[in-house]
């Protein structure tokens, strides 16, 4: 048996999606554990792209079996287009996707509510997706939220969502001068979703268990990053579910003790899409040359990302927390243009210098990153799949990154194309 884990060791957008597909090739099962559609999981074949937000990345891959745990927050209309679109590239989906009864579902008020308070914080907003994360979660942590199992019990799906439109009825109108949702407008939309859905749905965890006592190869899968975690990132400018790895016990049901290994997702550079702090962001020309260099726009939103060079006191940050075997740098070929690349080895924060992220700092927002300056390699690495193919400075900078954050380098991409990947270490193989 051989778990791996892949979660995201920045602000989200790693190129976990990528990853998880170069590696589903060595897998029997993929799960995912938390998030909802405000992901976005890119994964270029030949010349196609996919992008996935709610199912797994392993879906490209066919005769992967895909698994969406509890963990998860499901919003149907979302994942119903996703299928389609799928199937409609001839990704078979039906018979390879189970999804667990214990996800909580999105309701129409969770994304008008998450939109509503955006604009009610104003200067004070998260930069959220809008696609109802905070509020269902939130409903969730109340013991109020609404599973995907409830769907098969209409008498309980109608309760619970009147139950609940009473109190989001009465903050859509009186807080936010918006009209209220109707109850038999939304219980028969559910309805129709139940139908389509019910094939999908079955106990994930057993399934896992199973797999594990199989003996399976289990990819599990994160969205967002550890500093998107919700007790773990820059609260409150984090999502609201837990994207390190404690996520994946909690949001598939496994005990940490299966995890065979766990690996982070870091871009050769940094890039963060909503607020909050980011110690080490290119706000001028710099940043643009990134962005455009590395198409840096949200694969769900669209949105500008923000762009910065490296931090290794964030990446040491995810592998202390996540107990990261190695790390995938991704998106090397990014920086094959640079003449002079900065590396974050620590932070300066009223006087001294930090090499951890510790809470004597209140804010990131506060620190000045400390830079050591590297060598830019000016010559094309996309596509190379060879380590000893690559310009020294750009194996120089590879290894300075890992000499920094004190774990190796497992995998390099150097495109965003499955076969454009470097690998170092194999994930599937017993630990050192
Ligand atoms: P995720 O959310 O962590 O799965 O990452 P996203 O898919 O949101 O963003 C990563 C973007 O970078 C996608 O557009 C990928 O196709 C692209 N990408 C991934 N790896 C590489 C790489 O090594 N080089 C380049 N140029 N692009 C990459
Ligand atoms: P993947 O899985 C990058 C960010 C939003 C916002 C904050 C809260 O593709 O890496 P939310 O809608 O979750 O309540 O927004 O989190 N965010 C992401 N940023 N990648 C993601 O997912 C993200 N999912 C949420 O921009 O700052
Ligand atoms: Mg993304």
Redesign the pocket.
């Known amino acids: 048996m051989t778990v791996v884990a892949v979660v995201?060791a920045q602000w989200?957008?790693?190129?976990?999606?990528?990853i998880i597909d170069f590696l589903s090739e060595q897998a029997q099962c993929v799960a995912r554990y938390q998030g909802g559609p405000n992901?976005?999981?890119?994964v270029?074949t030949g010349d196609e792209?996919f992008?996935l937000h709610s199912i797994p990345?392993g879906i490209v891959h066919p005769g992967k079996r895909c698994l969406v745990g509890h963990g998860v927050v499901i919003d149907p209309q979302a994942l119903l287009a996703e299928i389609e679109h799928l199937e409609s590239r001839e990704i078979r989906v039906e018979g390879r996707l189970t999804i667990s009864p214990g996800a909580h579902l999105i309701i129409p008020y969770h994304r008008l509510l998450d939109q509503a308070s955006e604009k009610h914080l104003g200067g004070g907003k998260l930069g959220t997706t809008g696609r109802g994360i905070g509020p269902a979660y939130t409903d969730k942590a109340a013991r109020v939220g609404v599973r995907l199992g409830d769907l098969l019990a209409p008498d309980r799906l109608r309760e619970k969502v009147r139950m609940n439109l009473q109190e989001k009825n009465l903050l859509l109108r009186e807080l936010y001068g918006q009209t209220e949702l109707s109850l038999e407008e939304i219980l028969q939309e559910y309805c129709v979703y139940r139908d389509r859905l019910a094939p999908f749905i079955e106990d994930t965890t057993l399934l896992l268990w199973e797999a594990i006592d199989r003996g399976d190869h289990i990819l599990v899968e994160g969205?967002q990053g550890t500093m998107l975690d919700v007790d773990l990132g820059t609260y409150p400018f984090v999502t609201s579910s837990n994207a390190a790895i404690g996520g994946a016990c909690t949001g598939l049901g496994i005990p940490p003790k299966v995890i065979t290994t766990v690996i982070g997702?870091v871009k050769a550079y940094a890039t963060r899409v909503g607020e909050g702090p980011f110690p080490t962001e290119l706000t001028g020309k710099e940043g643009d040359v990134l962005r455009e260099r590395?198409?840096e726009y949200?694969?769900t939103t669209g949105r500008p990302r923000r762009c910065g060079w490296f931090d290794a006191v964030v990446a040491r940050y995810a592998v202390r927390v996540n107990g990261l075997r190695f790390l995938a740098v991704?998106?090397?070929?990014?920086l094959d243009e640079a003449a002079q690349i900065s590396v974050c080895v620590g932070y300066r924060w009223q006087g001294k210098e930090y090499r951890e992220i510790t809470s004597e700092i209140p804010s990131l927002a506060d620190c000045e990153p400390v830079y050591v300056e590297r060598r830019g390699w000016r010559e094309s690495t996309?596509g190379v799949t060879s380590y000893e193919a690559l310009p020294i400075e750009a194996r120089n900078y590879v290894e300075f990154i890992s000499s920094e954050v004190g774990v190796p380098v497992g995998i390099i991409?150097?495109?965003?194309r499955r076969d454009?990947t470097i690998v170092l270490q194999n994930a599937f193989s017993p630990p050192p």
């Open positions: 995201g989200g957008d790693e190129g976990k999606g990528k992901a976005g999981h890119t270029v792209q992008v990345s969205a997702v590395g198409m949200g694969a991704t998106k090397l070929d990014v996309l991409s150097t495109g965003p454009q």
